[in-house]
């Protein structure tokens, strides 16, 4: 739907006009997933359940929480080995972590839609329906078979993740078998967990409705779920912004503002495009790195090289998927380390990636880690250099007062149903475990 606006609307008596010079691109409404409500509510509980977790003592919500906009509102989010939750949540000294969680814990919002096609901050999971199981994985392509999708296929990751939900390594029959290399099949980590699932009278009932007979409980069944309920829970494509475009209601004169820039000079959706304002592409932006990175484990060198990861290309270097803004407003902290905790300073540094990495202020706070060394990237002039280089942006110039009306119109984006969630935080769980809430 395309814009040339210099018309008004009388609301309420009153004349609104709507800003003059804004050329939308032509937007159509996302597709979501038909909803099963039984295997979302199944979803629901399993999302919650620490039973998942090697320890049992982590569950998906510790760090993507409703509470704090499907994320944990951490710069690195921990997982095993972690007390509280969001921002309070702090290190276990009975059980503390091995590595901290290298990358900050990104939210939820819409990845039920059919425009989502790419999973986590490098695209290691991605549609591809040229792939027997219509997926790309670095994993054995067997191992994403029978998916519903690749949200469902995501769930796969953190629970095979030693600092996310599995545990130290020897510390847990699913932290036992993920060291050595027992992922699927009879005693894998996989099977572990749906075990567990088919051990607890009530989770056999709630996939029996779904007609899963009790030795068919598989993970990926699990995940399948899981993919629903985040789905269901947290669609979030009526916001302001949305009405404005599909029902031409008017948005504030500070939010009209800072549409005319975005789509405009400042040239945001060149790569915040799309009805959800992201490309799904890589680009490198100067972000800074701060903690382990995402390296090989064991790897000493920290960095965190971001698509290269995945596709092993030097032109990839220190790219990072373009993250949706819907409800960006609240999901701070930002960048894939989480290095700004203001909305303000994450625009900043997109009007000169260089010069705000150079002059970065240390001020995220992290719990301490008696084993890391979280700035010892940004104390590389190798990588600093590196990090620099492959920068993609060029500078531009942005007012204070343009750079409030830009956070004027992200503030459109939210859906506060979908903020909130649909169904909400459980009291309980099947496993009667206890629920983060």
């Not at 598989?218 to 779920?225: E, P, R």
């Not at 790569?271 to 490198?284: E, I, K, V, W, Y």
């Not at 596709?311 to 701070?332: H, I, M, W």
Request: charged fraction near 25%.
């Amino acid at each position: 739907m395309r814009f040339k606006l210099g018309i008004g609307m009388l609301l309420a008596g009153t004349l609104v006009t709507y800003a003059q010079n804004i050329d939308l691109p032509d937007f159509e409404r996302a597709t979501f997933p038909a909803v099963n409500m039984n295997k979302v509510k199944l979803g629901r509980f399993l999302f919650y359940d620490p039973v998942l977790s090697g320890n049992k003592t982590v569950s998906c919500a510790s760090c993507h929480h409703s509470k704090f906009a499907t994320s944990d509102g951490l710069p690195l989010g921990i997982g095993d080995g972690g007390i509280g939750l969001g921002p309070d949540r702090k290190l276990d000294p009975d059980n503390l972590p091995e590595e901290r969680v290298p990358r900050n814990s990104p939210a939820l919002f819409n990845l039920g839609a059919a425009q989502f096609v790419t999973m986590f901050h490098d695209g290691r999971l991605e549609k591809d329906e040229s792939r027997q199981s219509g997926i790309r994985t670095p994993l054995a392509d067997e191992m994403v078979m029978g998916f519903d999708n690749v949200l469902a296929a995501q769930a796969m990751f953190p629970v095979l993740s030693p600092d996310e939900m599995a545990g130290h390594y020897q510390e847990n029959d699913v932290s036992r078998a993920v060291r050595m290399g027992l992922l699927t099949g009879e005693g894998g980590a996989w099977d572990i967990i749906a075990q567990r699932v088919r051990d607890i009278d009530e989770y056999v009932a709630l996939f029996e409705a779904l007609g899963v007979p009790k030795d068919e409980i598989s993970f990926v069944k699990i995940a399948n779920a899981i993919g629903a309920f985040i789905a269901f829970e947290w669609r979030a494509d009526n916001s302001p912004f949305d009405q404005y475009v599909f029902e031409g209601k008017p948005l504030p004169e500070q939010a009209e503002k800072g549409m005319d820039l975005f789509y405009g000079r400042a040239d945001c959706a060149s790569c915040h495009s799309g009805l959800f304002q992201t490309d799904h592409r890589f680009h490198a932006i100067a972000m800074p790195q701060l903690g382990p990175g995402k390296a090989a484990r064991f790897e000493t060198h920290a960095r965190d090289v971001g698509r290269a990861h995945v596709t092993g290309k030097a032109e990839d270097f220190y790219r990072f998927r373009t993250p949706s803004l819907r409800n960006v407003t609240a999901t701070a902290p930002y960048g894939h380390s989480g290095a700004y905790t203001k909305l303000k300073d994450v625009i900043r540094h997109h009007t000169d990636p260089v010069k705000y990495f150079e002059n970065y202020e240390r001020d995220v706070a992290l719990p301490e880690m008696p084993h890391d060394d979280d700035w010892q990237v940004m104390d590389n002039p190798v990588e600093r250099v590196a990090i620099i280089e492959a920068n993609d942006l060029a500078p531009f110039e942005l007012s204070e007062s343009e750079i409030e009306a830009l956070v004027a119109f992200l503030e459109t984006l939210t859906d506060q149903q979908g903020l909130d969630g649909r169904l909400g935080t459980p009291t309980d769980v099947p496993s009667g475990l206890p629920v983060d809430q």
